[in-house]
Every structure is written in C-alpha cells, then in structure tokens.
C-alpha cells in the first residue's frame, strides 16, 4: 500500500522560507513516477505547484515558479518543498502526491497546514 | 493555462437521486486528459475518474465520466449519503496542471 506523509513547521514567519518533506512508504521513489505538491487554502480550491521527477527533472506552476524549489532524495524514499519569501496567502494545507499518467494524482498524504504569520 | 469552471457551484440533492455535474475547459483537453476527484472535509482529495471516464481502483460504479474536449461531466447515477462532498475536475493535457474551483454536493 503506497503511503504519503508531509512533515514540516506548521507556522512559518512572512518572508521565511517554507520547508515541508514528504515521506513514501510501501513504494520506491525510484519508480517511473512523478511526484507532486498541491496546495489548498482554508475554504478555498486546490493549487498545483509542481511535480518532480525521480531523476530530478521538474516541472512548477508558472505563478509560483521563481519562489518554488522542489528536490528528490532517493536514498531516504522521500521528496521535498522549498517555497521562499512566503506570505500570509501561502498559508494553505500543503499536501504530496504520487502523479500517474501524466498528470493524474492517485495517492496523496493527508497535508499539512501551513501557517504564515509572525 | 487551461481554466476549468464548474457548474452548479453547490448541489442540493436527495439520497437515491442522480447527480450531473459539469467541468467546462477554456480551451480543448487533449486526448481527454480530465480527472475527478472527491473531497470530505478535512480529508485528502481522492481520484475517481482520469481519462475523462475510466473509473479509479476501488471506484463504485455509480460514479461515471464522460466528455471531451471542452465539456466534461461526473455523474452519481444514485447518490448514497457518503457521496454528499465537493468535488473537484483536474485537467492533465498540459504541463500545466490546473484544478477547477469544486462543486459542493449537499444533503437537501
């Protein structure tokens, strides 16, 4: 059974850098699968930030690409997430997922909320 | 960027009835690269429909998709009282990925 698990600050403080790991279990980051972020303010719809690629290739949403930094570490099973200069409108629910057939996302972790404020 | 807008914004429906709804693209979705998803609250989105109408491991049968193009629609064919969420499309065609703004389905 493929699982996902964010983990990282729930507050993170405006201008900081947001930080967030997503662990997978029962499945080899190593696959041929892409793995990606979305996000979900409170009440609010969902947003796609990026995808990544085991290999490291990478693929963000424009509207967030020159804050966005996303990585891969095959050795821990595991992605992350690096969003810089934050501000109270990136406080969202951040949540990893496993992207099949080009851009369907079948498992995903439960999110983590995410906070901005001083 | 690809907009999908959803119809109805909410959904007043009754347990046993049929629920329709629409997920319009800005433009054309390639190869009817469209997927749903529901949500509960507080809860992951979960997939039930890529490929504009392939259902999803573990998907009821009630749940449907069909459309391309521009047009897509999900239908509960009779609606059971843990089918009541909002309910998101998500198109795939491009790079970019984009989601539409959800429809909630409530209990009438």
């Known amino acids: 059974q493929v699982q996902l698990q964010e983990s990282g600050p729930g507050l993170v403080k405006p201008s900081d850098t947001l930080s967030l790991t997503c662990a997978v279990s029962g499945y080899s980051i190593s696959s041929s699968n892409w793995w990606g972020w979305i996000r979900q303010p409170p009440g609010k719809g969902l947003e796609w930030i990026g995808y990544?690629?085991?290999?490291?290739?990478?693929y963000y949403n424009p509207s967030l690409k020159s804050r966005v930094t996303m990585s891969v570490d095959t050795s821990k099973n595991q992605f992350s997430l690096k969003l810089s200069s934050v501000t109270a409108v990136d406080t969202a629910v951040y949540y990893c997922a496993r992207m099949v057939d080009r851009g369907v996302f079948d498992y995903w972790g439960q999110g983590t909320l995410v906070t901005v404020s001083s | 960027e690809i907009v999908l807008t959803q119809s109805p914004g909410t959904l007043s429906l009754s347990p046993g009835e049929r629920a329709t709804l629409s997920c319009r693209a800005s433009q054309s979705v390639s190869s009817s690269y469209l997927a749903w998803y529901q949500q509960k609250p507080g809860q992951a989105p979960r997939l039930l429909i890529y490929?504009?109408?392939s259902r999803a491991t573990g998907i009821p049968d009630r749940f449907s998709g069909s459309g391309s193009g521009t047009d897509f629609t999900l239908t509960i064919s009779r609606l059971e009282p843990e089918d009541f969420a909002v309910y998101y499309c998500?198109?795939?065609?491009?790079?970019?990925?984009?989601f539409g703004q959800g429809t909630r389905l409530e209990i009438k």
């Open positions: 998500q198109q795939y065609g491009s790079s970019l990925l984009t």
């Open positions: 990544i690629y085991y290999s490291g290739s990478i």
């Open positions: 490929g504009a109408s």
